[in-house]
């Protein structure tokens, strides 16, 4: 398996694992990295789910032995799997964290932007690689880096394939926090491992809320509100969590 998937508790840590090709993704590749995020969608004890590179590296991006392959039919079915992809992540209704060291290039930034929460290691290197082989944008980065640091900043990337370092993508707000290549993962399983502790529902629920706030009119999204809040309340997470309250403990949530 060139994408494995490892169990840390309610964490599901998925790695690409291709370490001689910096993680460069195949067609296959494709395929597993879908089917791991579709498994953690319906395994209720995944409560959480982090996405990593083996052997120091991210992701360098489209494995360029691939482009081409196929013709055109084999160009929209890799389009066609790499949207599934995107979607999977993008998508699951739980809390997601990409933990990227080394090269992120190409579509494989698009898979970290997709997660809700990025951790950077000191020597991470975010590229827009695509215009060094004369390829339009994909992995869905455009759109998700226009909502983050706007069109002028996005155009700038793509335009120019720059390496964006560690300390600018967190000035940048598309990292979170930056940390020494050692300490990456085992903090990005630790901040997991506290989401994963959280009320599901809740956070399945917040993450709708931010995507619905990019395109909805305040009115509109106060609508959304009133129909969430009351499914919510309804919930044995919220029960536990007013027993606790009351009780003064700290709260034991189950739902994913």
């Not at 707000?173 to 809740?202: C, F, K, N, Q, W």
Request: net charge neutral; proline share 4%.
């Amino acid at each position: 398996m060139t994408v494995r998937v490892e169990r840390h508790g309610a964490v599901a840590l998925v790695v690409l694992d291709r370490p001689e090709t910096r993680n460069a993704i195949t067609d296959t590749m494709r395929r597993q990295l879908w089917e791991a995020y579709e498994e953690a969608a319906l395994d209720s004890s995944v409560r959480a789910v982090v996405l990593t590179g083996a052997g120091g590296h991210f992701s360098s991006g489209a494995d360029i032995g691939t482009f081409g392959g196929g013709g055109m039919p084999g160009s929209l079915g890799r389009m066609h799997e790499l949207g599934r992809v995107n979607r999977a992540i993008y998508h699951l209704k739980k809390p997601t964290l990409a933990a990227v060291g080394g090269v992120c290039a190409g579509m494989s930034w698009g898979f970290a932007l997709c997660c809700d929460l990025v951790l950077a290691a000191e020597d991470a290197k975010f590229v827009q690689i695509f215009r060094n082989v004369a390829l339009a944008p994909d992995g869905g980065s455009v759109w998700l880096l226009n909502r983050l640091v706007g069109p002028m900043r996005t155009k700038e990337l793509c335009y120019s394939g720059r390496v964006v370092r560690a300390d600018e993508a967190m000035r940048l707000g598309l990292a979170l926090e930056v940390l020494p290549p050692d300490a990456l993962l085992p903090r990005a399983l630790e901040l997991a491992t506290e989401l994963a502790a959280g009320p599901g529902i809740s956070a399945a629920l917040a993450k709708r809320q931010v995507d619905l706030a990019a395109t909805m009119s305040f009115d509109q999204f106060l609508e959304a509100e009133h129909v969430m809040q009351p499914v919510a309340s309804r919930s044995e997470d919220h029960a536990e969590g007013i027993a606790a309250f009351r009780e003064k403990r700290k709260p034991d949530f189950r739902s994913a």
